[in-house]
């Protein structure tokens, strides 16, 4: 059964140009990683792949819109799966209003048993990009697992 879960949407700090361009490049997203979860993660362009508790976990991009979305989906996952990210103009040309969009094909059990913990996860992802871009930690982010001096807004994501 497809499923479809949205985000909440919020305010980045950034204008859509720098975020779109830090996902589009999945090496990117390994670079932001702590020291200690890198060794199970691959990543070229195209793809990012990990081995998360044992299991192989894979997602390739599927659609890039510059400035506007990036598609992403499943490649090698236990259930197929789709994600989108949307870069939308903020009233502020510097900032952009930013959402997520997961589709999913979960069972009736799935989506009852995990419905509500991927929103909680799809709006963390979006309050973690909001803090990131404002300079700070995301809530729930071990700081110690980072290199002292560790600046969010300079993860290399945006750059």
Known sequence: MAVEIKSKRAVVSKPPYELYMAFADMRNLVRFLPEDKKADVSADYDSIHAVVQGFNIGVKVSDRVPYSKIGFEDDEAPFHFSLTLHFDAASD??????????????????????GSKIKDALDKAVDAM????????PEGVD?????EGFDP???????
């Open 143 to 147: 700081p110690s697992m980072y290199p």
């Open 153 to 159: 807004s300079k993860s290399g994501l945006w750059s």
């Open 93 to 114: 040309p510097y900032k952009t209003d930013f959402g997520i969009v997961l589709d999913a094909d979960l069972n009736f059990m799935m989506k009852a048993l995990l």
């Open 130 to 137: 909001v803090a990131m871009s404002e300079g700070r930690m």
